[in-house]
């Protein structure tokens, strides 16, 4: 018998958060600013400043995990609580790829439930749609969040969990 839901991760106060990394413009010679960690509801709280100085612009946080096979799956759930700002939610099904799919997504300072099918996730580098089919791999290997609203904001998105379904 199959799973009808998988979780890739759970946020609780029993969670290792060691393996989520947060990668901001500075790679590039920005200066925005995120932070991750687990507060004080054990929710995983990624935020931080975005500055559009030295060319930056944006902030993410990538969750990288040994592979999970997801062709029995059709969908990823994030539930999350964000600030009313867009997001965008990424994967990639191998973590050396330099592609990521994406799927682009607005917060409305409420708990949301989110549901992605992997049929419209696009491959996207640095901001540019690539020309290859959505996603259609057997596997993923590495989940991010990413805020790149070409404004100078503030942002803070809560995040209770990620699953396939």
Do not use: C
């Not at 009808?4 to 969670?15: E, R």
């Not at 009313?84 to 973590?95: G, L, N, P, T, V």
């Not at 989110?114 to 640095?126: D, G, K, L, Q």
């Not at 991010?144 to 803070?156: G, R, S, V």
């Amino acid at each position: 018998m199959l799973p009808s839901s998988l979780p890739i991760f759970q946020f609780s106060s029993a969670s290792n958060i060691s393996n989520w990394h947060v990668v901001d413009d500075v790679v590039m010679g920005g200066v925005s600013s995120g932070n991750f960690n687990l507060n004080n509801e054990d929710y995983g709280n990624f935020s931080g400043t975005i500055s559009l100085e030295n060319n930056g612009g944006f902030s993410s946080l990538q969750y990288k995990f040994k592979s999970i096979q997801v062709k029995f799956f059709t969908k990823v759930v994030i539930e999350i609580k964000g600030d009313a700002k867009d997001y965008q939610f990424r994967i990639k099904s191998k973590q050396d790829h330099y592609y990521s799919y994406v799927y682009k997504f607005s917060t409305n300072n409420s708990w949301q439930t989110i549901e992605i099918p992997f049929s419209i996730m696009y491959p996207a580098f640095r901001g540019k749609k690539l020309a290859m089919e959505n996603f259609n791999a057997n596997e993923i290997s590495q989940i991010a969040f990413l805020i790149a609203n070409k404004k100078k904001e503030h942002f803070q998105l809560l995040i209770k969990g990620i699953y396939l379904k």
